[in-house]
């Protein structure tokens, strides 16, 4: 028993045929003889424009089209003149001429108005230049008013306002002009309609249901003897091609036909197919909407050779009359899944060689149109290629990383001219998003489909929700939501996108076979699998992700969510665990070494705020105590912490070592090595200790020299220090937790940081590659948290990111804190690319840490603060470090939740995936 859907059908009057635009279409139509000649011979073949010869130019009212060079008739293309020469175009169009001539004056010795009426026009021509100018203005504003008002924005407004709009007519048996005209059913519009057979027929069934008949006839004359067959060539209908709404069952319906195009003449039928819709473009203003206008013709076969064995003539026959046979002729289906693409006994895949043979050919073709519409009308660059650790250079300072979430029926069957239909939409939980779309987007784009916008229960709320969600999620990104009436649009919006998120839907299917990562498919799969998604070979599967549906959150995932939306909240009862139990010495404790306690301020106020999480409450930031990080510690079996890093990061070890009771003895005297190195003991577990070192390194490189107090080694004007820590690293004996970070320092040498950090990944991988044990550490990376202007004036905390964004700054007198934000991107973007590359790596995947909006909301407490004290002073102003205690402890706070994530993850044995 096999099937093909799992759904029950909708009522049949609510539903349309999978094969043609609406089931009633699939009847004959007849129209009145053609009178104008409008030419759109002009068509895509493969990735360029060429002109069709006259051979297959259109004839209106003549049928098929022969060629005299290889006497192909051609069915569907209107008909032409066999000659080889254009003499016969000209006279056409002279006939034609005369042809409206006579409709509009058909006596002109009856009726002498029509002297005078151009007598008077002759009186109105202009007869000067400037009166030439003038008309001709007035002429372009007409046509230009003309063309606004028949946008589609300005048709759907008037549409709304309750004015009558012509629709399409969906009488079969319409003589044309009518009380309910066809708004298509103008003189070109019959033309073309009428071209497909002399008596006016129209093809209105998909090309793979007419070529079964004549695959059926032939395969019996074969049967009988014949050997040799005049070559017929079929094309698609106007359904198909134009189809608004079906984009994915009108690919299939074209490649179903290209199916049975090559299987029959593997055995000589000589039955062909191109699509050729681009005949049924409108009024040749290429304005072609739908994907299947703009897939390669004929399409693109050359790479992926005939599976021998997978079509013969006995299993053709049987497909092409079942298919026939069935409830819907129309359906592609039939041709791509004759025997269903599931065993629902079994609940297992049986996907046949037929749609195996296809699959390569739907993804050639659409990664064809999908480069052609990237160097046509996207100027960023091809961005939906995997790439590897080699290629990490093409990433750019201004590099977009657009993510997009795709809203569409779980079937297509619906038209958007229906007054209702059945659309199942099943939205995704908001967390999943999270997981998937990264930090580093520079856009999100949510567009839906017209038809689950109108029909789909819970769609156009549900895109309106993510939205405003996103807007927070993402406060840095470009955020739109779009109802996609272009299919064209729509598919290649999906194809070059850096992520692609889709809920379940027919409407991804395709699209996502054409990417190569960062495509997050949801399918259902219990009781049954709902589409053939699953049941694609490997080479398809390791190119994309189908997590489980219904999504299940597991505690480890918050890593993913944690400090990304949320608010700071005054807490005195927190307070005294927010404090140190001996103070830091030097600058950085100078602040709280100074403040003096009152019943109104017994702490100071900068250490008295904790962090709420405003939307995932089930993943909050507790404070640290040291048996929580021990616990930890020895859960992951790590027995050291190794900071590596500028003053930032010094900072963030100081302050862990403080949290931890061991920051006696660490100077911040200018004219001592800044480096420590501290002992944490963890009574009853079993690593005993870890330990806690810091090494300064400015720009995470080594220049080959060791700096010394006073004596800088490295960066542009050789004023930062870079103490060597690659070795300590690599060869330390066990198993470690690594945190670095980057970027203070590079100022706006974006070329040297983008060289930097591809060095310091590569250093990951070596030194996992010569010491196997490096493979088990932990690797984080911290976001660069800029400073904040006029921190003196500061006192307290920013509600949210709309208040701190009028205040971002940058340039040098900033210290170029503007640049961090992206650099920030940079890193995140190569860290996803590095934690995708699981079978051509050595190094351990590399884990985020990032306080960023945690501590863009805190102007307060930096070491210019009005906390500070006036004996704290300095000269210049510093409103980029923290003083200690103060929101550098939420850092350390945020990593042990990480931590507690990652032991988590580990030991349910749940991949280890960098969703950012």
Request: charged share 20%.
């Amino acid at each position: 028993m096999s099937r093909k859907n799992s759904k029950a059908d909708p009522p049949a009057d609510e539903r349309r045929s999978r094969g043609g635009r609406i089931s009633h279409h699939l009847q004959k139509q007849q129209h009145d003889p053609p009178i104008d000649d409008a030419d759109c011979s002009t068509v895509p073949m493969g990735t360029t424009q060429q002109r069709l010869p006259p051979s297959v130019l259109r004839n209106p009212g003549g049928g098929g089209a022969y060629n005299t060079n290889n006497d192909t008739k051609v069915f569907g293309i209107n008909g032409g003149f066999a000659s080889s020469d254009n003499s016969h175009i000209e006279l056409r169009s002279r006939r034609i001429s005369a042809q409206r001539k006579t409709h509009l004056f058909p006596d002109e010795t009856k009726h002498s108005w029509v002297h005078s009426a151009a007598d008077k026009l002759a009186d109105w021509m202009p007869r000067t230049p400037k009166a030439m100018v003038v008309t001709f203005c007035a002429l372009l504003g007409v046509a230009c008013v003309a063309q606004l008002a028949s946008h589609p924005s300005v048709t759907g407004a008037i549409n709304s306002a309750g004015v009558p709009q012509r629709k399409l007519q969906r009488n079969p048996n319409s003589a044309g002009r009518g009380s309910n005209p066809d708004i298509l059913d103008d003189f070109d519009q019959r033309r073309r309609r009428a071209a497909d057979l002399p008596d006016g027929t129209i093809f209105s069934e998909p090309a793979h249901t007419r070529m079964c008949r004549s695959i059926i006839s032939r395969l019996d004359a074969y049967d009988a003897g014949t050997t040799s067959f005049e070559q017929i060539i079929f094309t698609e209908s106007e359904y198909v091609c134009r189809d608004p709404d079906s984009p994915y069952t009108s690919v299939l319906n074209m490649f179903a036909a290209q199916l049975l195009h090559e299987a029959n003449n593997q055995i000589g039928l000589n039955v062909d197919y191109t699509h050729r819709c681009a005949k049924w473009e409108r009024f040749c203003t290429g304005n072609m909407t739908t994907v299947q206008f703009h897939l390669p013709d004929p399409l693109s076969m050359n790479a992926y050779a005939w599976q021998d064995g997978c079509l013969d003539a006995a299993m053709l026959r049987t497909i092409c009359t079942n298919s026939l046979a069935s409830a819907d002729p129309t359906d592609p289906d039939n041709i791509l899944f004759p025997s269903g693409y599931l065993v629902t006994d079994t609940n297992t895949c049986n996907l046949g060689c037929y749609f195996n043979q296809v699959l390569p050919w739907i993804r050639n073709n659409l990664r064809i149109v999908a480069t052609d519409w990237l160097n046509t009308v996207e100027s960023r660059a091809l961005t939906f290629w995997l790439r590897n650790a080699a290629e990490f250079s093409h990433r750019e300072k201004d590099d977009m990383e657009v993510s997009v979430v795709s809203l569409s029926c779980a079937e297509e069957g619906c038209d958007t001219t229906q007054a209702s239909c059945v659309c199942e939409f099943t939205p995704l939980p908001n967390w999943v998003y999270a997981m998937h779309i990264p930090r580093s987007s520079t856009n999100v784009a949510i567009i839906v489909s017209p038809t689950c916008a109108k029909f789909g229960e819970g769609c156009t709320l549900h895109a309106q929700e993510l939205y405003h969600f996103f807007q927070t999620l993402y406060p840095r990104a470009d955020i739109t939501y779009n109802v996609i009436t272009s299919t064209s649009s729509w598919y290649m919006r999906m194809i070059t996108a850096d992520v692609l998120v889709c809920p379940p839907g027919e409407g991804c299917l395709l699209p996502a076979i054409a990417r190569d990562a960062y495509t997050y498919v949801y399918e259902k799969t219990d009781p049954t699998v709902s589409t053939w998604l699953t049941c694609t070979p490997d080479n398809y599967l390791t190119r994309l992700t189908v997590p489980t549906y219904p999504p299940v959150f597991v505690q480890g995932d918050c890593r993913h969510l944690r400090a990304r939306i949320g608010a700071w909240t005054n807490d005195m009862a927190l307070a005294p665990s927010l404090q140190y139990s001996s103070p830091v010495d030097g600058y950085l404790g100078c602040a709280d070494t100074n403040f003096v306690a009152t019943a109104e301020d017994p702490y100071r106020p900068p250490t008295t705020y904790r962090w709420d999480e405003n939307v995932w409450a089930t993943c909050p930031v507790e404070v640290m105590t040291k048996d929580d990080l021990c616990t930890q510690m020895d859960r992951l079996g790590l027995t050291r912490i190794l900071f590596v890093g500028d003053h930032t990061t010094m900072t963030q070890a100081i302050s862990l070592a403080s949290i931890l009771g061991q920051n006696n003895d660490i100077s911040l005297d200018t004219s001592v090595v800044p480096n420590f190195t501290k002992t944490i003991t963890c009574a009853g577990t079993t690593i005993g200790s870890f330990g806690l070192s810091y090494i300064r390194n400015d720009r995470l490189e080594e220049p080959g020299t060791t700096p010394s107090p006073g004596f800088p080694n490295c960066g542009p004007t050789n004023e930062q220090y870079c103490y060597p820590w690659s070795t300590d690293y690599s060869s330390y004996d066990g198993k470690q937790l690594l945190i670095v970070n980057t970027g203070y320092h590079w100022a706006d040498d974006w070329q040297g940081y983008i060289t930097n950090f591809q060095n310091f990944v590569g250093l990951i991988d070596d030194a996992a590659g010569a010491n196997a044990i490096r493979k088990e550490d932990v690797i984080m990376f911290r976001t660069s948290v800029p400073g904040h202007k006029e921190c003196d004036l500061h006192n307290g905390v920013y509600a949210h990111y709309g208040e701190y964004c009028p205040r971002i700054v940058n340039g040098a007198f900033w210290h170029w804190w503007g640049e961090l934000p992206p650099y920030n991107d940079y890193a995140i973007r190569i860290i996803n690319e590095w934690n995708l590359l699981n079978t051509v790596k050595n190094g351990p995947n590399i884990e985020l840490l990032d306080p960023w909006l945690m501590s863009v909301l805190r102007p307060d407490g930096h070491l210019s603060g009005p906390d500070a004290g006036p004996s704290c002073t300095l000269d210049p102003k510093e409103c980029m470090l923290y003083s200690l205690p103060g929101p550098v402890d939420w850092w350390n706070h945020l990593l042990l939740q990480q931590l507690v994530d990652i032991g988590t993850h580990l030991e349910n044995s749940n991949p280890m995936q960098a969703w950012r």
